[in-house]
């Protein structure tokens, strides 16, 4: 990995307070993120499982939509943790995909967009491939209308 230089890593000292989460069960598209447990106790939800968590321990996730974490402090005390972030490039240009499994929800987050996207908007790859070329746009309900763009097919299937 090269030198992280000034802008692609963050760093935060956060208080968990108990019962509650450090953030979401989240992952993300561009960003590793490792957590350093400084003081208290917790559960670490990693994926499909939970671990507790302690002074000491060190956890790493790497980008990518299939690692999701969330920590929590539910073990009577609260957490204090080390919180770092590396971006794969620079924080200020990134644009950033966060999955949460549990709202069933895609956040867009990065230089000049962000967005809340329900799951259930999206389309599969087979829908994509299939509209992309046609003269058709999507309108914020999920419908279909026509384009005025040049160069498109104008058909569209039932």
Do not use: C
Not at 13 to 18: A, G, Q, S, T, Y
Not at 25 to 48: A, C, K, P, Q
């Amino acid at each position: 990995m090269p030198l992280l230089g000034p802008g692609r890593a963050f760093f935060r000292v956060r208080v968990v307070e108990k019962d509650e989460s450090a953030a979401r069960f989240h992952s993300h598209s561009h960003v590793d993120e490792y957590y350093l447990i400084l003081s208290g106790m917790g559960t670490l939800r990693y994926n499909g499982s939970e671990t507790e968590v302690k002074v000491g321990d060190l956890i790493g996730k790497p980008a990518g939509p299939e690692v999701a974490t969330q920590l929590i402090a539910d073990r009577g005390e609260r957490l204090r943790i080390l919180d770092m972030e590396i971006w794969h490039d620079r924080a200020q240009v990134s644009k950033d995909i966060i999955v949460n499994p549990d709202f069933k929800e895609l956040l867009l987050s990065g230089s000049g967009w962000g967005a809340i996207v329900p799951e259930e908007s999206l389309i599969t790859p087979e829908e994509f491939f299939r509209h992309y070329d046609q003269g058709y746009k999507r309108t914020r309900d999920g419908g279909w209308v026509p384009s005025k763009n040049r160069g498109h097919k104008r058909t569209r299937e039932k």
